[in-house]
């Protein structure tokens, strides 16, 4: 004897989910038993890919990674903008130094030192793998 099971199936078709699926299953040109064996395996497959996704699968982890983008970011302009800004407060205070009587030039550009932030410094995890 074969090794079947049976079940039964019921659409209300006074709700729009059920009355699609029902219309569905009508065009289908198939058994109903192959479209619906179909549908499962499909919709399980589906399941599981975005289950395995790293990225994206939902968006609790799309916040995360935007979160990780963000805080790297603002963790790398703490490290650089105090010495940018010491240097545009430096430019500021200086005179402006041989100009003409009466004639503002514009001060000159110096190359303040900047801190070398050091590539293993940058924490990449949140870049996934």
Known sequence: ??????????????????????EILQASGK?????????LIEYD??????ADDP??????RE???????????EQSLGQALPGFMA??????VQPYQGAAPGI???PAVEETAQPKIE??????????E
């Open 31 to 39: 058994s109903y038993t192959q479209t619906v064996t179909a549908a």
């Open 1 to 22: 004897m074969a090794n079947v099971k049976s079940t039964c199936l019921r659409f209300n078709l006074d709700k729009e989910p059920y009355c699609r699926a029902w």
């Open 104 to 106: 503002q030039s514009a």
């Open 55 to 60: 990225y994206f699968e939902n968006r609790e």
């Open 119 to 128: 590539e293993n410094a940058i924490d990449w995890d949140f870049l996934g």
């Open 87 to 92: 240097g545009c407060l430096m430019n500021m």
């Open 45 to 50: 497959d589906r399941h599981r890919r975005l």
């Open 63 to 73: 916040d995360r990674f935007v979160e990780q983008i963000v805080s790297a970011v």
